[in-house]
């Protein structure tokens, strides 16, 4: 199983910008050619289930995104680094949530959490009116 840490929130205030990070430990990103593989961000608010942010496939670089983050934020990865990343632009207070990042073998398509094999502990990210 991969480790997976997060880094990168804080208090933000509204129209703010927050770049969060994943490192993963174990299999290098390089080794997943051709693989299925993927890496997302979920969050979580006080009292709310655990919901999609986006994807991205380690190997390919695919991403998608939920609806409500699109054109706002951005999945990315390094892979001699290790690293997946979520750029966070125009943030809004509905955007406060811890984030998790996560990892699957076929995690791309699926946005509901409890199929996604590996988690990070989270980052608290909160956005001020």
């Known amino acids: 199983q991969v480790h997976l840490q997060e880094s990168g929130g804080g208090l933000v205030q509204a129209g703010g910008s927050l770049n969060l990070s994943c490192t993963a430990s174990?299999?290098?990103?390089?080794?997943?050619?051709?693989?299925?593989?993927?890496m997302g961000w979920f969050r979580q608010a006080p009292g709310k289930e655990r919901e999609f942010v986006a994807s991205i496939l380690v190997s390919g670089g695919n991403t998608r995104y939920a609806e409500f983050v699109k054109g706002r934020f951005t999945i990315s990865r390094v892979s001699a680094e290790n690293t997946v990343y979520l750029q966070m632009d125009s943030l809004n207070p509905e955007d406060t949530a811890v984030y998790f990042c996560a990892g699957d073998l076929t995690g791309f398509f699926e946005n509901r959490a409890q199929f996604w094999d590996s988690w990070g502990q989270g980052t608290q990210v909160t956005v001020s009116a």
């Open positions: 174990g299999r290098p990103f390089s080794t997943y050619g051709g693989s299925t593989y993927a």
